[in-house]
């Protein structure tokens, strides 16, 4: 069965600094891929995706993210941190003609001043 | 844009009552779902409709069911509300093509006393 992996359930950078976001997964084949930020109290917002093509992928709020087959991974990125980005991240995936997502556990940012 | 709406946004009822989550989406989507998201375990599906009265189980499906009447509505029901179903709710459509992403609504926090 497929998986998502966020090795990093607690994340705190400095505002104004740089952040990567871990994700892994687990499936034979190319699965679709999917960041959603949720924050507190609200759904889950989606921030980008990828499904082929160009590897590195542009979202919303500055983020963007790589996607590596060979490492499995698809981490997330943005340059320089606010402190809106205070939220919960998750990375999730689907299979290519099915219906359902599989989440990873997700990450927390903690931005400090 | 996407709007899914859940009708209520936190929500007290008390063990052994029956408890309805409602959920409706104005996109025409075919795929509903609903979520429960604790802490530390992400997001599990409880369970998804792919079409009026069609639904599947997820991962956790113990204790609740559901109803999908209409295309636009999709309602869990917890048939005797327990302690451990305390925890937050969230409701998702997705179109029929794989490669679309999830929208969210912004959740129901239910506490069950």
């Known amino acids: 069965a497929q998986s998502v992996t966020q090795p990093d359930i607690h994340i705190t950078v400095s505002e104004g600094a740089s952040l990567e976001l871990r994700c892994n997964y687990s499936y034979g084949a190319t699965p679709y891929l999917f960041w959603y930020v949720q924050s507190p109290g609200q759904g889950l917002q989606l921030l980008l995706k990828y499904f082929s093509g160009d590897t590195l992928v542009q979202g919303i709020k500055g983020f963007e993210a790589e996607f590596k087959r060979s490492q499995s991974s698809f981490n997330l990125r943005k340059p320089s941190v606010h402190w809106s980005d205070a939220a919960e991240y998750f990375c999730?995936?689907?299979?290519?003609?099915?219906?359902?997502?599989?989440f990873g556990i997700g990450t927390k940012l903690q931005v400090i001043p | 844009d996407v709007k899914v709406t859940q009708s209520s946004r936190y929500l007290v009822k008390r063990t052994g009552e029956k408890v309805f989550l409602e959920c409706v989406q104005d996109?025409?989507?075919?795929?509903m779902f609903w979520y429960r998201q604790d802490p530390g375990l992400g997001l599990r599906l409880i369970y998804f409709?792919?079409?009026?009265?069609?639904?599947e189980k997820g991962d956790i499906p113990e204790g609740y069911s559901v109803s999908r009447e209409k295309k636009e509505r999709f309602s869990l029901i917890l048939e005797s509300a327990s302690t451990n179903q305390t925890s937050m709710y969230l409701c998702?459509?997705?179109?029929?093509?794989?490669?679309?992403?999830?929208?969210f609504g912004d959740g129901t926090r239910l506490s069950i006393l």
């Open positions: 996109m025409d989507h075919e795929n």
């Open positions: 409709s792919y079409d009026v009265k069609m639904k």
């Open positions: 999730a995936l689907s299979l290519r003609g099915y219906q359902k997502v599989t």
């Open positions: 998702a459509s997705r179109g029929m093509v794989g490669n679309q992403p999830q929208h």
